[in-house]
T-cell receptor, first 114, second 112 residues
Framework: NAGVMQNPRHLVRRRGQEARLRCSPM?????VYWYRQLPEEGLKFMVY????????ESGMPKERFSAEFPKEGPSILRIQQVVRGDSAAYFC????????????FGPGTRLTVL | QQQVKQSPQSLIVQKGGIPIINCAYE??????FPWYQQFPGKGPALLIA?????SEKKEGRFTISFNKSAKQFSLHIMDSQPGDSATYFC???????????FGTGTRLQVFP
């Protein structure tokens, strides 16, 4: 049973480009969470999605950031017109029911904006 | 604003020592207080968790102490080993929101 998969593991973008981060949840999991981790900081909640629905996006910046979790395929976190401050590790977690003890984290995507 | 404050930021102990990491929260609406362990280049992994109606929980060498009136909880690692060297995050979870709120992390180094 494969764990949560994220790709790419490392992503380098120049300012102004778009970044697309993918998260494939564990088999059977329909809840996906995205978190951002800045250097020397904890994980900050960004968005909570279930299949085809955004449940809570209270942690998402209002501009340039969007997330989706389509019926088929991985969840995508999209950052448009990236800026240096977007450089961080982005983790997704998936869950069967939404309970904390069933949120399994992926290895993260490390985004570097030049 | 929901917040979880964690200290210290870093901790160095010798093998066999008992590092203690402390966290404090503000919102009383949390249902569970988990701790996560993160190794470099990896995602966080659930280590141990406690409910607010329990004062202590032990799992192997890891113990959580919980003080509900003070809104504080701490992680103790007994007989620490070099393999315990990692970053530890406390968190708070609410069934109402299905959301985890993380502390800022403690980087633990255990020297042989």
């Amino acid at each position: 049973n494969a764990g949560v998969m994220q790709n790419p593991r490392h992503l380098v973008r120049r300012r102004g480009q778009e970044a697309r981060l993918r998260c494939s949840p564990m088999k059977g999991h329909s809840h996906v969470y995205w978190y951002r981790q800045l250097p020397e900081e904890g994980l900050k909640f960004m968005v909570y999605l279930q299949k085809e629905n955004i449940i809570d996006e209270s942690g998402m910046p209002k501009e340039r950031f969007s997330a989706e979790f389509p019926k088929e395929g991985p969840s995508i976190l999209r950052i448009q017109q990236v800026v240096r401050g977007d450089s961080a590790a982005y983790f997704c977690a998936s869950s069967l029911t939404g309970n904390y003890n069933e949120q399994f984290f992926g290895p993260g995507t490390r985004l570097t904006v030049l | 604003q929901q917040q979880v404050k964690q200290s210290p930021q870093s901790l160095i102990v010798q093998k066999g020592g008992i590092p203690i990491i402390n966290c404090a929260y503000e919102n009383t609406a949390f249902d569970y207080f988990p701790w996560y362990q993160q190794f470099p280049g990896k995602g966080p992994a659930l280590l141990i968790a406690i409910r607010p109606d329990v004062s202590e929980k032990k799992e192997g060498r890891f113990t959580i102490s919980f003080n509900k009136s003070a809104k504080q909880f701490s992680l103790h690692i007994m007989d620490s080993q070099p393999g315990d060297s990692a970053t530890y995050f406390c968190a708070a979870f609410s069934y109402n929101t299905d959301k985890l709120i993380f502390g800022t992390g403690t980087r633990l180094q255990v020297f042989p």
